[in-house]
């Protein structure tokens, strides 16, 4: 049995966590006028169903952000693992990393990945690797294969210089070189896709960044049926014609959406409150964007873009992996506002008071980003980093002491305001995107991702459910359909709630731990709402493990004291809970604010993979870098709408 919380007393807990991990069904339809709308996937049976098909719906944990050596920084990198390496080694098999050793999930097979190596000249630096290609003997060509990480960067430096300021020799812009890589990620998905079993998506990265401020997307297909070539930053640099295009594609029964990522190296591009272009948001604008981009990747290796501390000073869990410089440049970001999502929720809520329409209506996933083609690869004590020979060991990543010393003595205190150097000291062993889908196939995977039924978590597989509803059965907390229940009755996240008179909505909050991982220590619910045209936030802590009872002034839990052993890594094993679980009724709940919520869990403290990188290496953790981290997981908001 496991452990009751926030004073609930729980019947049959092994059972109701079990509903919990197969998950609950619910059609997309929305409550109108407060009443409750019934669930049409349930009462539609889907033809030809899977094995694993459950009207309920079940949690599948994928990667949609993975680059293999046909991205030209990947092959620069050393990186030669294909996509079908990729798959491979997402179904839980091994590869070989860069630097010479083999790589492995240890925490089991992932249910559905997408391969998105980025489209600008795809695949022309593995072209001109070739001998044989006329790409090889070109003079930019020379020097662009080096095994030694500092001459890597050298080549990387060079490529990137030439490809934005459009001197990259022509030959480099084949279109054939592109569509034979194309067809390879095509051909790579066909052949690893295994309907109820493992779902590929074919996607690729539209990698913008005027200025080096990063405007990166990842697109990911729904089906086969995708374009001749991607639409590239190359075409344009200008998200809103990448919005066109996929309008365009639909029209051809091609659909796809688009997922923004490292919001966080954007220096306040990304959720701008102005056009690219400079003009102000139009109601055109909000609808083309939020048609194309329901989703945004909350956290990946390069930092964590839910908020940022001087943004929400009120949030003692804000300064969460935070890497606050451009993309590959050793340029602070200055400009927080529009590159962080909470804020760009509350912006989008303005937006809708103003426009009638909220472009940044956007669900959460997490994703990894690795350039090793190892989707997954996000496990602290098991974490090789991101671009292949460059920083595949603990000393090119400097998470020991240099030149072999066995102590930190010495080492100076790192200026605050300096980039880190190497970049990876600021990433994180992060994310993972969590969908709720009645089967693991594309479309049903795709429809998850298009709803916004969506989760995000650094890492773990923390599984977690959030339901709004004016009509909750008093005893949903331990009844067996409790699931079925809060869908037939309210909305999952990802979903609108339309106000009910004279009715105060309540939120059922469920998250179970990722028995891999640590133990969580509390469930919290993120608000942000608009109070006389000026938006707000704030941080409520709703479920408390340990039986710790819940401070309703403050909103907080009190510690349950959970430590680690930095010499060992080994956590607290005696404190916090397999699972968190409460209905919770916002205080401060005005019928007529604008509203959104969104649910943020939070495991016992546990050791960053800098510190297991030390504690193998036998040396103390890094001075230059946070010892342990709070792993999370994030649901998709729910928006409260007064008005329609």
């Known amino acids: 049995m496991f452990q009751s919380v926030s004073g609930l007393r729980y019947v049959g807990a092994a059972a109701l966590v079990g509903a919990l991990l197969a998950g609950a069904a619910w059609s997309g339809g929305r409550p109108v006028d407060g009443k409750p709308s019934h669930s049409t996937a349930a009462n539609t049976p889907k033809p030809a169903q899977l094995p694993g098909y459950n009207v309920d719906r079940n949690a599948y944990f994928g990667d949609l952000h993975v680059h293999t050596y046909l991205s030209n920084d990947a092959y620069i990198f ?60 070109l003079p930019f060509s020379q020097g662009l294969f080096s095994t030694d990480p500092a001459q890597i960067q050298k080549a990387f430096a060079a490529f990137v210089a030439g490809r934005s300021a459009g001197t990259l020799p022509k030959e480099y812009n084949d279109p054939s070189i592109m569509s034979q890589a194309w067809k390879e990620v095509q051909d790579a998905a066909a052949r690893n896709n295994q309907p109820g079993k493992f779902t590929t998506l074919v996607g690729y990265e539209y990698t913008s960044a005027p200025g080096g401020r990063n405007l990166h997307r990842n697109v990911i297909f729904r089906s086969a049926k995708v374009p001749n070539l991607p639409y590239s930053a190359s075409d344009s640099a200008n998200p809103e014609d990448l919005w066109h295009t996929m309008d365009a594609w639909r029209g051809k029964g091609v659909e796809a959406l688009a997922i923004p990522h490292n919001a ?105 980003d690795t350039h090793n083609a190892a989707p997954g690869s996000v496990e602290e004590p098991n974490f090789f980093s991101k671009v292949g020979r460059t920083d595949g060991t603990a000393d090119l990543r400097r998470s020991i002491p240099p030149n072999g010393a066995k102590t930190w003595d010495g080492v100076p205190a790192p200026d605050p305001k300096a980039p880190a150097v190497p970049p990876s000291q600021a990433w994180g062993a992060s994310g993972l995107a969590g969908v709720w889908a009645e089967e693991n196939s594309r479309e049903a995977i795709f429809a998850a991702l298009k709803r916004r039924e969506t989760f995000a978590t650094s890492g773990p597989r923390i599984r977690v459910r959030f339901f709004a509803s004016y009509a909750f059965p008093s005893d949903i907390t331990t009844r067996m359909d409790s699931v079925h229940q809060a869908y037939s009755r309210g909305v999952p996240m990802g979903g609108d709630l339309l106000p009910a008179k004279g009715k105060v909505p309540s939120f059922l909050v469920w998250a179970v731990r990722d028995p891999s991982s640590g133990y969580l220590q509390r469930a919290q619910i993120v608000k942000g709402w608009i109070e006389n045209g000026v938006a707000k936030e704030r941080v409520f802590d709703v479920a408390c493990s340990d039986h710790l009872t819940l401070d309703q002034g403050s909103w907080r839990c009190p510690s349950n004291a959970a430590k680690v052993d930095l010499t060992t890594c080994q956590p607290e094993r005696f404190k916090g809970d397999v699972e968190l679980k409460t209905v919770w009724t916002d205080p401060t709940f005005n019928p007529k604010q604008r509203a959104f919520y969104y649910v943020r869990v939070l495991e ?37 709408e007064p008005t329609i």
């Open 604 to 640: 016992n403290p546990s050791c960053r993979w800098s510190t297991w990188d030390a504690i193998r290496n036998g040396t103390p953790p890094s001075p230059y870098m946070q010892a342990t981290i709070m792993e999370r997981a994030w649901s998709s908001p729910i928006w409260y």
């Open 264 to 368: 966080n190296g954007s220096d306040g591009l990304m959720f701008d409150s102005v056009r690219m272009n400079g003009q102000p948001i139009d109601r055109a604008y909000a609808e083309l964007r939020a048609r194309n981009e329901p989703l945004t990747e909350i956290t990946q290796i390069k930092g964590t873009s839910e908020t940022h501390p001087t943004l929400s000073p009120n949030d003692e869990w804000a300064n969460f992996e935070i890497m606050d410089s451009y993309i590959g440049r050793d340029i602070k970001v200055t400009k927080f506002a529009g590159s962080y999502v909470r804020r760009a929720l509350e912006d989008g809520l303005l937006m809708r008071d103003k426009l009638g329409i909220n472009g940044f209506k956007l669900g959460f996933i997490g994703s990894s």
């Open 78 to 137: 050393n990186v030669r693992r294909t996509p079908d390496d990729a798959y491979r080694f997402a179904r839980g098999e091994a590869i070989g990393h860069a630097s010479g050793f083999n790589i492995r999930l240890a925490g089991g097979p992932l249910d559905f990945v997408a391969v998105t190596d980025h489209s600008e000249y795809m695949s022309a630096i593995r072209e001109a690797g070739k001998v044989d290609s006329p790409l090889h003997a």
